[in-house]
């Protein structure tokens, strides 16, 4: 979604045009009043402090009081669910997890963004755009419910090291997906003849725990041609003998893969910190990951972060680009909010190039931000190896959104691990790929029914 379009090319014009009205803030200098913000808290220390830092900015900018809290991820998520279910809410949170700007959108229980997208909107990637604008199933249409300000895709994480012990060198990896990953299975084989008995050769998620395997099945389904799952307009498409399958290759790849002794034992049980530890005490020697999180925990450890490799995704079987599925963090505000107006305006600020720019770059490029123009103007985001793969890959190359953008049913899917299930009844209880694909096609179809998309 991140190839050029018309409006994409419009931007780069605008974005010129408008940079000296951008670097103001946009801030409307009304009585002071007081917002409430709940905010999770940073993977590394810097970006607590960089958040302090914003809302301290912003309020000597604007006279308004931003009073938050900064909550570690999973309690936070927690306390969402519980606020939005109660009515108690605060001001403004962010979409933690990430798909509940489409689940709350769709019971109307968020407030219409559209017009803090807009002070933005042409400097925005294609994919954020759509990731955010969502169906409200009580007005029978689609809008703006979510600002996104950062985006995360699932780059290749490996060791330069244990490729090279297996006598093997970087410029012999396959450039095609099923052939790449089948490489980091013959670098175990050459590693256990030296004796390394203990090492893997592909970190795969194959768990029921977390939004990992999720990532990971989507991105195999993806490569595999069953992109199109979700169409535009919120319609399953399980119809398609393509999607059909896409999916029953990316049940049969990583289950086969654990099966055959590639994938570590462990890995079935897996959370969504486990591969990451895995893979940092060399366990494996590649693992598909979110984030750059695998690297920055390494970063203070020069000779260990050097060692590793960042890589973007390899084409598809047939030698085409595989869009990373993106998300986004994005701000939302729900419906009974106090105080809407400086809850937008704080949002407004946020998501300032050079602002947005400023913040994210504190946490190492962990995230990125969601305006091609704002890397682009800035080399410090293509200075360092880690963070010039994975900005390329979520940014300036083809991206796609997540598919529950297109449908909230999509969600259900996901935190039901019906895809991972299926991968479970292959390695556990004997079925094939196509018979564990049957019956994840049936909990699918059962959930879109519960989610229909009025269509116009």
Known sequence: MTTPTRRSVLRG???LAAAGALARPHIANAAATTATVWWAQGFIPEEDAAFKQLVADYEKASGNTIEYSIVPFAPERQKIISAVTSGDVPDLFQNNPGEIIALFAYQDKLVDV?????????????????????????EKRRSYYGVPYATAVIPVHLWRSLVEKAGYKLDDIPKTWDAFCDFFKRVQDGLRKNGMRSVYGLGLQVTTNGVDPNGLFNYFLIAYGGGGIVAKDGRLHLDDPQVKQAAISAIAYPANAYKEGYVPPSAINWNDADDNNAFHSKLMVMDFDGTISTEVALYHDKEQYNDIVTMGLPLSNSGQPVP???GYACGLIPKGAKNVTVAKEFLKYLIQPKTVDGYLKVGLGRNIPCMPS?????????????RKAYTTQGLLSPTSPAFWAYNPAYAEVQNTHVWSVAWADVIRNGKTPQQAAAKAFAQVEAIFAKYPIAQT
């Open 114 to 138: 559209s017009d803090v997208v807009e002070t933005q909107r042409e400097l925005y990637s294609d994919t954020a755009l759509i990731s955010s604008y969502c169906y409200n199933n009580a």
């Open 374 to 386: 704002v890397v682009k103007n800035d080399p410090w985001w293509f200075a360092d190896p880690h």
């Open 324 to 326: 990373s599925q993106a």
């Open 13 to 15: 014009s605008l974005a």
